[in-house]
């Protein structure tokens, strides 16, 4: 068995696995269509803060079987390994390990949002409010 790492030793050598991106270039990925957003914040979060237009709303839980593009219960826009995702959590902590769990399945070009919905939201992009 090997010796505990600890959480920030483990989302350094996660995120030293991929390039992350800023939220204006996660916005203007998505508004390019070479990306899809991939909200996996709890609802309260959501009800709360409010929604980025396009992104899809995927619960933690159901992310890998929801963009697995060779799983039985994908949804239609995981067509493929070379899918560019970019995971969003509330502030960029638990879209580390969701985007190294999608690199796991395959999806190569899986990231994550630095700073989360919070960072988005602090630059100004698009929210949905409740």
Same mark, same amino acid.
């Given at each position: 068995?090997?010796?505990?790492?600890?959480?920030?030793?483990?989302?350094?050598?996660?995120?030293? /696995?991929?390039?992350?991106?800023? !939220?204006? +270039? +996660?916005?203007?990925?998505?508004?390019?269509?070479?990306?899809?957003?991939?909200?996996?914040?709890? +609802?309260?979060?959501?009800?709360?803060?409010?929604?980025? !237009?396009?992104?899809?709303?995927?619960?933690?839980?159901?992310?890998?079987?929801?963009?697995?593009?060779?799983?039985?219960?994908?949804? #239609?826009?995981?067509?493929?390994?070379?899918?560019?995702?970019?995971?969003?959590?509330?502030?960029?902590?638990?879209?580390?390990?969701? +985007?190294?769990?999608?690199? $796991?399945?395959?999806?190569? $070009?899986?990231?994550?949002?630095?700073? /989360?919905?919070?960072?988005?939201?602090?630059?100004?992009?698009?929210?949905?409010? #409740?």
């Amino acid at each position: 068995m090997s010796e505990p790492i600890g959480i920030d030793a483990l989302l350094e050598r996660v995120r030293g /696995g991929y390039q992350r991106i800023t !939220p204006r +270039a +996660a916005y203007e990925a998505a508004e390019s269509g070479t990306a899809l957003l991939a909200d996996i914040r709890y +609802a309260a979060l959501r009800e709360r803060d409010g929604l980025i !237009p396009g992104a899809l709303v995927i619960e933690r839980n159901e992310l890998e079987w929801r963009l697995d593009p060779g799983g039985s219960h994908r949804l #239609p826009e995981a067509t493929g390994h070379d899918l560019r995702v970019v995971v969003v959590c509330n502030e960029g902590y638990a879209s580390s390990l969701a +985007a190294e769990s999608l690199h $796991r399945l395959g999806l190569h $070009r899986a990231t994550d949002l630095i700073g /989360g919905f919070q960072a988005w939201r602090e630059a100004g992009l698009p929210v949905i409010v #409740p």
